[in-house]
T-cell receptor, first 112, second 119 residues
Framework: DAKTTQPPSMDCAEGRAANLPCNHS???????VYWYRQIHSQGPQYIIHGLKNNETNEMASLIITEDRKSSTLILPHATLRDTAVYYC?????????????FGGGTRLMVKP | EAGVAQSPRYKIIEKRQSVAFWCNPISGHATLYWYQQILGQGPKLLIQFQNNGVVDDSQLPKDRFSAERLKGVDSTLKIQPAKLEDSAVYLC?????????????????FGPGTRLTVT
C-alpha cells in the first residue's frame, strides 16, 4: 500500500470549511484513499473513502486530483466537535485482509 | 446497532506482570483486528482474525503477546510478561467479511480502547 504525507497540525475557525490535504504520490491504480478521524480518548472513526471520483457523504467531501497523487478532505462547516486527528490512508483492493496502515495524521484544532 | 465493546477501559500493572484485554465485535462481523497505539502515534495492527482463524499476526510480538478468538465472536489479547514499552492504548476493531473476495473495501469499526500503563 502506498505511503501518505500529511501536515502534522492545522487550525480552523468554527463554522468555516476545514480543508485537510494528503499527498500520496506513489498511489497505484487499484488503491483506495480512506479517511478516518480519532477524537481524543476514542477509537478511530471512518469518514469517507474514494478511488477516482470525488465523494460526498453526510460527514465530509473527498476531492481526489485527476492524477490521484493527492487528495483533500473537506469538512464544510467545522464545529468544535470536529477537533481530532485525521488520518489519510491508502489501501489496495488486493489487500485481501482490508488492513489499514495508519501514519501520524493531521491534528485539526477547531477554534471558536 | 451496538458498537465494538472493550474491557477494561483502563489498566495499570507493574512490569513482568500479566494482563488480558477483551473485545466483543459488532454482531455479524467476521473480521476482528487488534491494534496498538502508542502515545502520539497512529494505531499499529497487531493481529487480524477471520472468524476464529488468524489472517495476519506478522507484527505481533509472539514472545509475550498472544490472542485468541476461539468461537469466532469475542476475542482476548494477552501480554505476559509486560514491559514498560507496552504502555499504550489497545484498540479492537471489526468489519464485515474482509476476505469475501469482493473488491469493495469494508470500513472498520473501532472500540473505545483499553489504556494500559506499565510501571
Amino acid at each position: 500500500d502506498a505511503k501518505t504525507t500529511q501536515p502534522p497540525s492545522m487550525d480552523c475557525a468554527e463554522g468555516r470549511a476545514a480543508n485537510l490535504p494528503c499527498n500520496h504520490s506513489t498511489i497505484s491504480g487499484n488503491e483506495y484513499v480512506y479517511w478516518y478521524r480519532q477524537i481524543h480518548s476514542q477509537g478511530p472513526q471512518y469518514i469517507i473513502h474514494g478511488l477516482k471520483n470525488n465523494e460526498t457523504n453526510e460527514m465530509a467531501s473527498l476531492i481526489i486530483t485527476e492524477d490521484r497523487k493527492s487528495s483533500t478532505l473537506i469538512l464544510p462547516h467545522a464545529t468544535l466537535r470536529d477537533t481530532a486527528v485525521y488520518y489519510c490512508i491508502v489501501r489496495g483492493d488486493n489487500n485481501a485482509g482490508n488492513m489499514l496502515t495508519f501514519g501520524g495524521g493531521t491534528r485539526l484544532m477547531v477554534k471558536p | 446497532e451496538a458498537g465494538v465493546a472493550q474491557s477494561p477501559r483502563y489498566k495499570i500493572i507493574e512490569k513482568r506482570q500479566s494482563v488480558a484485554f477483551w473485545c466483543n465485535p459488532i454482531s455479524g462481523h467476521a473480521t476482528l483486528y487488534w491494534y496498538q497505539q502508542i502515545l502520539g502515534q497512529g494505531p499499529k495492527l497487531l493481529i487480524q482474525f477471520q472468524n476464529n482463524g488468524v489472517v495476519d499476526d506478522s507484527q505481533l510480538p509472539k514472545d509475550r503477546f498472544s490472542a485468541e478468538r476461539l468461537k469466532g465472536v469475542d476475542s482476548t489479547l494477552k501480554i505476559q510478561p509486560a514491559k514498560l514499552e507496552d504502555s499504550a492504548v489497545y484498540l479492537c476493531a471489526s468489519s464485515l467479511n474482509a476476505l469475501s473476495g469482493i473488491a469493495s473495501p469494508y470500513e472498520q469499526y473501532f472500540g473505545p480502547g483499553t489504556r494500559l500503563t506499565v510501571t
